[in-house]
């Protein structure tokens, strides 16, 4: 998006989804904030894209399997491998080059359904309203106070490892009722808006209503809490990683961690205790910085989102 | 007598989700994969002692009379053996209860007072150096990924300088030894806890202060402190007085939402430092398949984050006199 269309409010043009967010980007493009988190991002996206170069060590390397015969032990950086090997000789860069990919997966798709889950139950508990709304948001506080990591580790002790699509579904299936109370007291505050009536009196059945005429006017609130669910979704997943739970089969940040840590070498390889955990502090903090400028954008007195995981 | 009858309601509430979270935990551990029976005796026991137990936790009855069975033996205490301890699970949570409490509720109210006391401070010096870096510092500190901050804290602060201890909770010969005072196993203690205390203080403390903040900047535009400025009151009398407490009250809020956060953290935070507490119990029993242990710890942290829910809007609707529920 390189023009920001300043929309005007004449009446009879077509209201389009897409208004809310152009109108946004003007505000967005002034927030310091939202630059930091912006410039950050593209970086970690950069990250993710290089993962899928063939490194220059061997064409056919893959983070999680290929050592290098030469080393059987963890090393510092060299020009062979520019941030140094792990115990078993694997290369660090290309692993954290797949973990910032294995992040943007995991994030942004348990972001995009928990926010699915959470902006169709908010708008269907407000706009049904009485025993369906009741019944809805006494689910989401019930599902809002368990500790989801907790949750997950219970999980997998029955069902053993868990693997990454497994984790990013139970995130999303956790995540969603601090989406659907926001969206829920939106959709009250619309249900009594004029155009609302209108619709209701012209003969749209409630499905429209509330996918026409309901769902523009939330959107934008949704995709902000979407930042906020990616930051806690790459949390979770890499926490669970770090003690040991996530799928073995994906290199990701949190494992990185884990490996350093389990095999004793926190004390003595710097090179491998850094970067994963400064990776994943700064895409939580870029995602975090995102979301605040856009809350700037929707609503400077809208209440913070606290938690992150 | 208002605040009585809210608190008997959340009360209620509270004991039903507890049911729910009862009831969903029983039908997970029977309904899942594999047997049953082999998650809830140890493979380590004589045939005798496994019949004794099956019939105590009626493991050999219909799925409906073994929930009866749960139900009764949740409330009698009786959570089986741990497979790894061989010991009551009952008497390992009660041991490793209190250490969790004292870290998790001393963590909180560190991380609140201080991030409301800088939260006031960035608000009154609002677009100058101060408020800029005091913000940036808590948005960096509550986005650290918590188990690494709690590595780089060992290793800088336990290994590097070597002030505190790896790990741990206390110090065996100090606890052994008969002639040290109680004074001296209390700052055993304290020491061991710095480190832990600290990590938790740094993830938590930021967004008090993020919140602090612009409740106070929305306060400072009430009618009655105009009022107050108008009296010519002291700007310092204005802000410590009239403005902060009730600035102070969405911290309270954010307190209890953030609580399912905070249990994370704690688990996470125990784990590393090795402070055997609930959370640690947790993960240790879940990587060990310890699943009478497991269950016990899971309820019992759902328990705690139910009641301290309570506790902080108990507390929200004692502090705030303009909402009796």
Known sequence: ?309 | MELRRYIFRRIIQIIIIFFVILTVLFLLFRLAPGDPVSRMIDPDMTPEDAELLISQLGLDQPLWTQYVYYVKNFFTGNFGNSFHYGQPVVRIIGDRLPNTILLFTSSIILSALVGIFLGKIASWHKGKKTDTWMTIGALVTHTVFLPWLALIMIWVFAYKLDWFPITGMISEEVWLDPDVGLLAKFLDVLHHMVLPLGTLFLIHFGSYLLIMRSSMLETLKEDYIITARAKGLEEKVIRDHHAAPNAALPVVTSVGLSLAFSINGGALTETVFTWPGIGRELVFSVSHNDYPLAQASFLLIAFVVLVSNLVVDVLYAYLDPRIRY
């Open chain 1, 1 to 309: 998006m390189v023009h920001a269309v300043k929309t005007d409010k004449n009446i009879s043009k077509r209201f389009r989804w897409i208004d809310p967010f152009q109108e946004g980007w003007s505000i967005f493009k002034e927030s310091i904030l939202g630059k930091i988190g912006l410039t950050l991002l593209i970086i970690f996206a950069l990250m993710a894209l290089f993962s899928f170069i063939p490194p220059q060590i061997d064409p056919m390397y893959h983070p999680m399997t290929g050592v290098d015969p030469e080393i059987s032990h963890s090393t510092g950086p060299s020009a062979r491998h520019w941030l140094g090997t792990d115990f078993m000789g694997r290369d660090l860069f290309s692993q954290l080059l797949a973990g910032a990919r294995v992040a943007f997966m995991v994030g942004v798709s348990a972001a995009f359904m928990s926010i699915f889950l959470g902006t169709a139950i908010g708008m269907i508990a407000g706009y049904s309203g009485k025993g369906i709304d009741t019944l809805l948001m006494r689910l989401a506080d019930m599902i809002m106070v368990m500790p989801t990591l907790l949750v997950i580790l219970i999980l997998s002790s029955l069902f053993g490892q868990l693997n990454i699509w497994t984790i990013v579904l139970i995130i999303a299936l956790f995540r969603w009722p601090g989406v659907s109370r926001v969206i829920r007291a939106q959709t009250l505050s619309l249900k009594q808006r004029p155009f609302i009536e209108a619709a209701r009196v012209a003969g749209a059945s409630h499905l429209r209503i509330i996918f026409r005429h309901i769902m523009p006017n939330v959107l934008p609130l949704s995709f902000l809490y979407m930042t906020f669910r990616v930051t806690s979704a790459i949390i979770i997943e890499a926490a669970l990683a770090f003690l040991g739970f996530g799928d073995p089969g994906t290199v990701s940040w949190g494992m990185m961690l884990q490996w350093v840590w389990k095999t004793g070498h926190m004390f003595n390889a710097p090179y491998w205790l850094l970067p994963p955990g400064i990776c994943i502090s700064l895409i939580t903090l870029s995602f975090y910085m995102l979301g605040r400028a856009m809350d700037e954008v929707l609503d400077p007195r809208l209440r913070k989102e606290e938690g992150a995981g």
